[in-house]
């Protein structure tokens, strides 16, 4: 039976280029990543298939992929028959309603009878409902900031990022209205295989190791076993920190897992408090 997974991704852009880049801490090697629909992995059982990101919803949905990685505002918008696998953490950013600096906003009211520019008609036009606005929804691919700028549009309703296209467009962010980060999702109806949901489980497991380590130093050092319960003191440890014997027992090797932030002012605590040899190493994935 065949247990390989098919997840679409985008093709390009910064989401295309996260994607990659977990895929491959979870230890997943490809054989492409350019100029191909369609890539196996050398060492996993799943296939990518290179789409547009608004094409990706549809294509969970309808069958040709098993899963799919996307913005979360993509799977709203689209409103296919998926849901969310996980939450993956990457590729933040949040859909906002934005005015010209030069208005005075006096709140959701001043959207009444206005024209507003944006990619996003459906997640627009529920807010509006939800709220009982009245305004007209100017539909944009592409560049939806400049309409204020050339007449287009009173207000847009865009992706947010930094915040830079808003400034470089003498507009500001008066309401955000959707969080959105990179998704899994599945369809919502149609059920893997058994041997399809045993990869599915263990790509899920690869993704969380990766992310549990992100941000820390695997740290280990020689301890005077005088000096063992005053650096346990200092050490915060995910469970607790492994101890382990030396040739010489007076001694013994302590391992833990830091945060990267904290790990200068740990390791100046641990050598006061007696430890030796003290080294930190990247960790590359982490089994939980």
């Not at 009211?109 to 606005?133: C, D, M, Q």
């Not at 287009?152 to 992706?159: G, P, V, Y």
């Not at 690869?206 to 076993?225: E, S, T």
Request: glycine residues 6%.
């Amino acid at each position: 039976m065949d247990n390989k997974l098919r997840i679409a991704v985008q093709s390009k852009g910064r989401l295309y280029e996260e994607t990659i880049e977990l895929l491959a801490e979870a230890g997943i090697k490809l054989t492409a990543v350019k100029r191909t629909l369609l890539v196996p992995s050398r060492n996993f059982p799943v296939e990518l298939l290179f789409l547009r990101d608004d094409d990706i919803p549809d294509s969970v949905a309808n069958g040709t992929a098993d899963l799919g990685i996307v913005g979360l505002n993509e799977v709203l918008e689209k409103e296919k028959d998926v849901e969310v696998v996980k939450e993956l953490g990457f590729s933040k950013c949040h859909l906002s309603l934005a005015i010209p600096k030069r208005e005075d906003y006096t709140g959701l009211s001043w959207f009444n009878n206005r024209k507003i520019a944006t990619s996003y008609p459906v997640i627009l036009s529920h807010f509006l409902e939800r709220n009982g606005i009245r305004a007209d929804i100017h539909v944009i691919t592409g560049s939806v900031e400049i309409a204020p700028g050339i007449g287009l549009a009173d207000a847009i309703f865009d992706i947010v990022s930094s915040g830079s296209t808003l400034i470089s467009n003498n507009l500001v962010e008066v309401e955000r209205i959707v969080e959105s980060q990179a998704v899994l999702i599945s369809p919502r109806r149609r059920h893997l295989s058994e041997s399809k949901r045993e990869v599915l489980d263990e790509l899920l497991f690869r993704f969380d190791a990766v992310k549990a380590a992100d941000g820390k130093k695997y740290i280990l050092m020689n301890v005077p076993r005088n000096k063992l319960d005053d650096v346990l003191m200092v050490l915060p440890g995910i469970k607790s920190p492994t101890i382990l014997p030396l040739a010489n027992s007076d001694w013994c090797s302590v391992h833990s897992v830091l945060e990267e932030k904290k790990l200068w002012e740990i390791i100046g605590k641990l050598k006061n408090a007696g430890a030796e040899g003290i080294l930190a190493l990247d960790i590359e994935k982490m089994i939980l």
